[in-house]
């Protein structure tokens, strides 16, 4: 999955970041890395070392604040909701790197629905398991 993140990026927040490792690679590599989680317990268990905020889904960011997010670990159907409370954020995004664990053809079509532009996807096995990467980028609001 960490190939999914663009080279370049240089500013992201990792939603759901569970124990971080992913954040700490990404803010190695030289990005600016948010880690986000919900929960007290799993809040606590971020590295002190990452930029640290607690909230649901995009509700930890302002929009703009990022060029783009990671939302691993969660069903098609938690992210669809999470990106559609989040509009405001999810808009100013450059790019969403996603990779839900279930309902997969689910949060394609309501990616497709809601004007996502597909850039990349791709199945990744991880032991036992196969898990399918989307990179997607926001449709983006024209000014009128």
């Known amino acids: 999955m960490l190939e999914a993140v663009p080279a370049d990026a240089r500013s992201l927040a990792d939603i759901g970041a569970g124990d971080g490792q992913i954040a700490l690679w990404l803010?190695?590599?030289?990005?600016?890395?948010?880690?986000?989680e919900r929960g007290p317990g799993a809040f606590a268990r971020l590295p002190a070392s990452l930029e640290r905020r607690r909230g649901d889904g995009l509700s930890a960011l302002?929009?703009?604040?990022?060029?783009?997010?990671?939302?691993?670990?969660?069903?098609?159907?938690?992210?669809?909701?999470?990106?559609?409370?989040?509009?405001?954020?999810a808009s100013s995004l450059h790019w969403l790197v996603l990779q839900p664990q279930q309902h997969v053809s689910e949060l394609e079509g309501w990616l497709a629905r809601a004007g996502y532009r597909l850039l990349a996807a791709r199945d990744v096995d991880e032991g036992r398991r196969s898990y399918r990467v989307l990179v997607v980028e926001p449709p983006r609001v024209s000014e009128h």
């Open 27 to 36: 803010a190695r590599r030289g990005a600016r890395v948010i880690a986000t």
């Open 62 to 89: 302002r929009a703009g604040e990022v060029d783009g997010v990671i939302v691993a670990g969660m069903g098609g159907r938690t992210i669809a909701r999470m990106i559609e409370g989040g509009r405001e954020v």
